[in-house]
Nanobody, 128 residues
């Protein structure tokens, strides 16, 4: 069992930055992929980025590549996964969720069902 809790969302103007945090508890030491998804009203949940907690391999969707950076602390016993979001655009506005998967979810992670554990989400609003 893995429990995840997101924090760091908020409101920012276009071009600004935010850092989201995903705190892990429970089975932190096992190998897993921690991903960030987002969902805007009326749209499907979209995979944004994920990272392998042991090897650090990362993946980004085309919509955020070059603007967002995912990182984790303590390889092998990860406490927190971060999503550094720069050059934010109004279309980045969404509820952001972190999630955990035991097996390779693909790159980009298009299927939320590949992820077993989910946090409650944190809202990001970008104004023009």
């Amino acid at each position: 069992q893995v429990q995840l809790a997101e924090s760091g969302g908020g409101s920012v103007q276009a071009g600004g930055s935010l850092v989201l945090s995903c705190s892990l508890s429970g089975d932190r030491g096992s190998k897993k992929y921690i991903g960030w998804f987002r969902q805007a009203p009326g749209k499907e949940r979209e995979g944004v980025s994920h990272i392998f907690t042991v090897g650090g391999t990362t993946c980004y969707s085309d919509s955020v590549k070059g603007r967002f950076t995912i990182a984790r602390d303590n390889p092998g016993n990860t406490n927190t996964v971060y999503l550094h979001m720069n050059s934010l655009k109004p279309e980045d506005t969404a509820m952001y969720y972190c999630a955990a998967a035991r097996t390779w979810p693909g790159c980009p992670a298009n299927d939320p069902n590949e992820f077993t554990y989910w946090g409650q989400g944190t809202q990001v609003t970008v104004s023009s």
